[in-house]
Protein backbone atom coordinates (compact mmCIF):
# COMPACT_ATOMS: atom_id res chain seq x y z
CA UNK A 1 0.00 0.00 0.00
CA UNK A 2 1.04 3.79 -0.61
CA UNK A 3 2.42 4.89 2.51
CA UNK A 4 1.42 8.78 2.41
CA UNK A 5 4.64 9.75 4.80
CA UNK A 6 6.50 8.35 1.70
CA UNK A 7 4.87 9.43 -1.44
CA UNK A 8 2.10 12.27 -1.81
CA UNK A 9 -0.38 9.97 -3.29
CA UNK A 10 -1.38 12.66 -5.43
CA UNK A 11 1.93 13.54 -6.74
CA UNK A 12 3.01 11.02 -10.08
CA UNK A 13 5.52 8.87 -9.90
CA UNK A 14 6.35 9.32 -13.12
CA UNK A 15 5.52 12.45 -15.08
CA UNK A 16 5.75 12.46 -19.21
CA UNK A 17 5.09 15.81 -21.37
CA UNK A 18 5.10 16.21 -24.65
CA UNK A 19 7.69 13.25 -25.41
CA UNK A 20 8.43 12.46 -29.71
CA UNK A 21 10.46 10.00 -31.04
CA UNK A 22 11.42 10.18 -34.46
CA UNK A 23 13.38 7.64 -36.36
CA UNK A 24 14.56 9.51 -39.39
CA UNK A 25 11.74 11.33 -41.07
CA UNK A 26 9.75 8.64 -39.38
CA UNK A 27 7.93 10.21 -35.92
CA UNK A 28 6.49 6.97 -34.00
CA UNK A 29 6.08 9.18 -30.92
CA UNK A 30 3.92 12.28 -32.09
CA UNK A 31 3.47 13.93 -28.58
CA UNK A 32 2.93 11.34 -25.34
CA UNK A 33 2.10 13.17 -22.10
CA UNK A 34 1.14 10.85 -19.00
CA UNK A 35 0.86 10.71 -15.28
CA UNK A 36 1.62 7.09 -13.78
CA UNK A 37 0.97 7.00 -10.02
CA UNK A 38 2.70 4.65 -7.70
CA UNK A 39 0.82 1.59 -7.94
CA UNK A 40 -0.92 1.75 -11.10
CA UNK A 41 -0.78 -1.25 -13.74
CA UNK A 42 -1.44 0.39 -16.78
CA UNK A 43 -2.01 -1.79 -20.01
CA UNK A 44 -1.22 -0.51 -23.32
CA UNK A 45 -3.03 -2.01 -26.39
CA UNK A 46 -3.30 -0.80 -30.02
CA UNK A 47 -2.10 -2.04 -33.67
CA UNK A 48 1.08 -2.95 -34.41
CA UNK A 49 3.66 -0.24 -35.39
CA UNK A 50 1.30 1.97 -33.60
CA UNK A 51 4.72 2.84 -30.49
CA UNK A 52 3.92 0.85 -28.20
CA UNK A 53 7.64 -0.47 -27.45
CA UNK A 54 9.50 2.58 -28.73
CA UNK A 55 6.99 4.40 -25.42
CA UNK A 56 8.27 1.47 -22.85
CA UNK A 57 11.84 1.89 -24.56
CA UNK A 58 11.86 5.65 -24.21
CA UNK A 59 10.95 5.17 -20.81
CA UNK A 60 13.26 3.27 -19.53
CA UNK A 61 15.69 5.19 -22.00
CA UNK A 62 16.81 2.58 -24.29
CA UNK A 63 16.15 4.92 -26.91
CA UNK A 64 16.34 8.97 -26.38
CA UNK A 65 13.38 10.63 -26.90
CA UNK A 66 13.52 13.64 -29.73
CA UNK A 67 12.24 15.82 -27.33
CA UNK A 68 9.95 16.14 -24.59
CA UNK A 69 10.53 15.68 -20.94
CA UNK A 70 10.15 13.23 -17.91
CA UNK A 71 10.13 13.80 -14.53
CA UNK A 72 10.91 10.25 -12.10
CA UNK A 73 12.25 10.18 -8.37
CA UNK A 74 15.68 12.50 -8.58
CA UNK A 75 15.76 12.54 -12.07
CA UNK A 76 14.32 15.47 -14.09
CA UNK A 77 15.13 15.23 -18.23
CA UNK A 78 14.61 17.86 -20.93
CA UNK A 79 15.62 15.94 -24.10
CA UNK A 80 15.71 18.74 -26.14
CA UNK A 81 18.98 18.43 -28.46
CA UNK A 82 21.13 20.83 -26.50
CA UNK A 83 18.90 21.04 -23.56
CA UNK A 84 20.76 21.61 -20.23
CA UNK A 85 19.05 18.45 -18.47
CA UNK A 86 19.65 15.96 -21.00
CA UNK A 87 20.51 12.71 -19.08
CA UNK A 88 24.21 11.84 -18.41
CA UNK A 89 25.62 8.42 -19.19
CA UNK A 90 25.60 7.79 -15.32
CA UNK A 91 21.96 9.04 -14.60
CA UNK A 92 20.68 6.59 -17.75
CA UNK A 93 22.59 3.41 -16.16
CA UNK A 94 20.82 4.82 -12.70
CA UNK A 95 17.51 5.51 -14.39
CA UNK A 96 17.65 2.24 -15.70
CA UNK A 97 18.34 0.12 -12.32
CA UNK A 98 15.03 1.56 -10.99
CA UNK A 99 12.88 1.09 -14.04
CA UNK A 100 13.22 -2.63 -15.12
CA UNK A 101 12.38 -4.05 -18.69
CA UNK A 102 11.15 -7.66 -19.90
CA UNK A 103 10.60 -8.33 -23.39
CA UNK A 104 8.65 -10.91 -25.35
CA UNK A 105 11.78 -12.99 -26.44
CA UNK A 106 13.41 -14.02 -22.62
CA UNK A 107 17.05 -12.92 -23.73
CA UNK A 108 18.74 -14.54 -20.71
CA UNK A 109 22.17 -15.57 -20.92
CA UNK A 110 22.35 -18.79 -22.35
CA UNK A 111 26.14 -19.43 -21.05
CA UNK A 112 25.04 -18.88 -17.43
CA UNK A 113 22.64 -20.82 -15.05
CA UNK A 114 19.83 -18.99 -14.09
CA UNK A 115 21.22 -17.72 -10.28
CA UNK A 116 24.41 -16.61 -12.51
CA UNK A 117 21.58 -14.82 -14.89
CA UNK A 118 19.73 -13.35 -11.78
CA UNK A 119 22.95 -11.95 -9.44
CA UNK A 120 24.83 -10.44 -12.79
CA UNK A 121 23.32 -7.73 -12.61
CA UNK A 122 22.85 -6.84 -8.86
CA UNK A 123 26.49 -7.18 -8.36
CA UNK A 124 27.58 -5.68 -11.17
CA UNK A 125 25.53 -2.47 -11.24
CA UNK A 126 23.98 -2.39 -7.82
CA UNK A 127 27.44 -3.11 -6.50
CA UNK A 128 26.04 -5.98 -3.93
CA UNK A 129 28.41 -8.38 -2.32
CA UNK A 130 28.11 -11.88 -4.14
CA UNK A 131 26.85 -13.63 -0.87
CA UNK A 132 23.93 -10.89 -0.60
CA UNK A 133 22.80 -11.27 -4.21
CA UNK A 134 22.62 -14.80 -3.72
CA UNK A 135 20.69 -14.75 -1.05
CA UNK A 136 18.10 -12.59 -3.01
CA UNK A 137 18.32 -14.29 -6.08
CA UNK A 138 17.05 -17.74 -4.27
CA UNK A 139 14.84 -16.06 -2.22
CA UNK A 140 13.18 -14.74 -5.77
CA UNK A 141 13.50 -18.28 -7.24
CA UNK A 142 11.79 -19.97 -4.35
CA UNK A 143 8.88 -17.41 -4.77
CA UNK A 144 8.03 -18.38 -8.52
CA UNK A 145 9.39 -21.98 -7.63
CA UNK A 146 11.83 -22.40 -10.08
CA UNK A 147 14.74 -22.49 -6.99
CA UNK A 148 15.23 -26.46 -7.89
CA UNK A 149 16.17 -24.48 -10.83
CA UNK A 150 18.99 -22.16 -10.17
CA UNK A 151 21.76 -24.16 -11.43
CA UNK A 152 20.51 -24.74 -15.07
CA UNK A 153 21.21 -23.36 -18.27
CA UNK A 154 18.71 -21.66 -19.50
CA UNK A 155 17.79 -23.94 -22.40
CA UNK A 156 16.93 -26.80 -19.73
CA UNK A 157 14.04 -24.35 -19.35
CA UNK A 158 10.52 -24.12 -20.68
CA UNK A 159 9.86 -20.85 -22.56
CA UNK A 160 7.56 -19.82 -19.43
CA UNK A 161 10.21 -20.79 -16.67
CA UNK A 162 12.75 -19.03 -18.41
CA UNK A 163 10.41 -15.64 -19.06
CA UNK A 164 9.54 -16.13 -14.89
CA UNK A 165 12.98 -16.12 -14.55
CA UNK A 166 13.85 -12.63 -17.27
CA UNK A 167 11.37 -11.36 -15.16
CA UNK A 168 12.74 -12.27 -11.36
CA UNK A 169 16.19 -11.48 -13.02
CA UNK A 170 14.48 -7.92 -13.56
CA UNK A 171 13.24 -7.55 -9.93
CA UNK A 172 16.95 -8.41 -8.43
CA UNK A 173 17.69 -4.91 -9.24
CA UNK A 174 14.92 -4.08 -6.69
CA UNK A 175 13.19 -1.39 -9.46
CA UNK A 176 10.58 1.22 -8.73
CA UNK A 177 8.58 0.37 -11.86
CA UNK A 178 8.79 -2.53 -14.03
CA UNK A 179 8.08 -2.95 -18.36
CA UNK A 180 6.42 -5.56 -19.77
CA UNK A 181 6.50 -5.53 -23.48
CA UNK A 182 4.30 -8.55 -24.98
CA UNK A 183 6.16 -10.93 -22.64
CA UNK A 184 3.50 -13.56 -23.36
CA UNK A 185 3.46 -13.09 -26.75
CA UNK A 186 6.63 -16.05 -27.72
CA UNK A 187 4.95 -18.80 -25.36
CA UNK A 188 3.43 -21.55 -26.17
CA UNK A 189 -0.63 -21.08 -24.58
CA UNK A 190 -0.19 -23.29 -22.29
CA UNK A 191 2.99 -21.59 -20.51
CA UNK A 192 1.06 -18.14 -20.94
CA UNK A 193 -1.12 -18.70 -17.52
CA UNK A 194 2.16 -19.19 -15.13
CA UNK A 195 3.85 -15.60 -16.64
CA UNK A 196 0.74 -13.79 -16.23
CA UNK A 197 0.27 -15.38 -12.71
CA UNK A 198 3.55 -14.24 -11.39
CA UNK A 199 2.67 -10.35 -13.09
CA UNK A 200 -0.63 -10.69 -11.30
CA UNK A 201 1.37 -11.20 -7.83
CA UNK A 202 3.53 -8.33 -8.59
CA UNK A 203 0.51 -6.51 -9.15
CA UNK A 204 -1.15 -7.17 -6.17
CA UNK A 205 1.74 -6.50 -3.98
CA UNK A 206 1.63 -2.96 -5.44
CA UNK A 207 4.36 -2.49 -8.20
CA UNK A 208 4.05 -0.12 -10.66
CA UNK A 209 3.70 -1.51 -13.91
CA UNK A 210 3.19 -0.77 -17.78
CA UNK A 211 2.34 -3.28 -20.03
CA UNK A 212 2.19 -3.85 -23.83
CA UNK A 213 -0.61 -6.85 -24.21
CA UNK A 214 -2.90 -8.65 -26.28
CA UNK A 215 -4.39 -10.33 -23.11
CA UNK A 216 -7.03 -8.26 -22.80
CA UNK A 217 -8.27 -10.71 -20.05
CA UNK A 218 -5.53 -9.73 -17.82
CA UNK A 219 -6.09 -6.13 -18.71
CA UNK A 220 -9.11 -6.31 -17.56
CA UNK A 221 -8.82 -8.05 -14.52
CA UNK A 222 -5.72 -7.20 -13.03
CA UNK A 223 -5.06 -3.12 -14.58
CA UNK A 224 -6.20 -0.78 -13.08
CA UNK A 225 -5.70 1.89 -16.43
CA UNK A 226 -5.66 0.99 -20.08
CA UNK A 227 -3.75 3.22 -22.97
CA UNK A 228 -4.90 3.03 -26.45
CA UNK A 229 -2.15 3.85 -28.45
CA UNK A 230 -3.45 4.74 -32.17
CA UNK A 231 -0.54 6.39 -34.87
CA UNK A 232 1.86 7.76 -32.02
CA UNK A 233 -0.68 9.22 -29.61
CA UNK A 234 -2.70 7.68 -26.49
CA UNK A 235 -6.27 8.00 -28.44
CA UNK A 236 -7.64 6.62 -25.18
CA UNK A 237 -6.98 6.84 -21.42
CA UNK A 238 -9.60 5.14 -18.77
CA UNK A 239 -10.03 2.46 -16.82
CA UNK A 240 -9.96 -1.24 -18.54
CA UNK A 241 -13.60 -1.39 -18.21
CA UNK A 242 -14.25 1.45 -19.73
CA UNK A 243 -11.65 1.16 -21.98
CA UNK A 244 -12.21 -2.27 -23.43
CA UNK A 245 -15.47 -3.27 -22.17
CA UNK A 246 -17.32 -0.06 -23.79
CA UNK A 247 -14.66 1.49 -26.27
CA UNK A 248 -15.69 4.94 -27.58
CA UNK A 249 -14.24 5.22 -31.12
CA UNK A 250 -14.28 3.27 -33.83
CA UNK A 251 -10.63 2.91 -34.49
CA UNK A 252 -10.71 1.54 -30.82
CA UNK A 253 -13.70 -1.01 -31.54
CA UNK A 254 -12.32 -1.81 -34.84
CA UNK A 255 -8.68 -2.89 -33.29
CA UNK A 256 -10.95 -5.19 -30.73
CA UNK A 257 -12.56 -7.29 -32.93
CA UNK A 258 -9.14 -8.05 -34.77
CA UNK A 259 -7.75 -8.71 -31.39
CA UNK A 260 -10.33 -10.71 -29.95
CA UNK A 261 -11.69 -13.72 -32.10
CA UNK A 262 -14.89 -13.57 -29.94
CA UNK A 263 -15.96 -10.02 -29.73
CA UNK A 264 -18.85 -11.45 -28.00
CA UNK A 265 -17.38 -12.21 -24.95
CA UNK A 266 -16.87 -8.50 -23.80
CA UNK A 267 -20.27 -7.25 -24.79
CA UNK A 268 -18.89 -5.88 -27.96
CA UNK A 269 -20.88 -5.22 -31.14
CA UNK A 270 -20.40 -8.47 -33.58
P1 LIG B 1 4.50 -1.28 -31.70
O1 LIG B 1 5.27 -1.78 -30.53
O2 LIG B 1 3.25 -0.53 -31.33
O3 LIG B 1 4.19 -2.37 -32.68
P2 LIG B 1 6.93 0.10 -32.38
O4 LIG B 1 7.15 1.08 -31.31
O5 LIG B 1 7.74 -1.16 -32.35
O6 LIG B 1 5.37 -0.21 -32.49
O7 LIG B 1 7.22 0.76 -33.81
C1 LIG B 1 6.59 1.94 -34.24
C2 LIG B 1 7.24 2.40 -35.51
O8 LIG B 1 8.59 2.77 -35.25
C3 LIG B 1 7.28 1.37 -36.62
O9 LIG B 1 6.97 2.03 -37.81
C4 LIG B 1 8.71 0.91 -36.62
O10 LIG B 1 9.12 0.54 -37.90
C5 LIG B 1 9.46 2.13 -36.15
N1 LIG B 1 10.70 1.78 -35.40
C6 LIG B 1 10.73 1.17 -34.20
N2 LIG B 1 12.00 1.01 -33.79
C7 LIG B 1 12.79 1.53 -34.78
C8 LIG B 1 14.21 1.66 -34.94
N3 LIG B 1 15.06 1.23 -34.01
N4 LIG B 1 14.64 2.25 -36.08
C9 LIG B 1 13.79 2.70 -37.01
N5 LIG B 1 12.45 2.61 -36.91
C10 LIG B 1 11.94 2.01 -35.80
MG1 LIG C 1 5.90 -3.69 -30.01
Not at 198 to 206: E, F, H, I, T, Y
Request: hydrophobic share 45%; charged share 25%.
Amino acid sequence: MIDPSVQDASKPLIKIRKLRKSYGANEVLKGISLDVHEGEVISIIGASGSGKSTFLRCLNLMETPTTGFMDFERFAFDFEAGARRQPTPQQLCALRARIGMVFQSYNLWPHMTVLENVIEAPIQVRRLPRKEAVAEAEALLQRIGLYEKRHAYPSKLSGGQQQRVAIVRALAMAPKVMLFDEVTSALDPELVGEVLALMGSLAADGMTMLLVTHEMAFARDVGTRTLFFDGGVIAEDGPPAEIIGAPRSDRLRQFLRRVLHEPACLGLPA
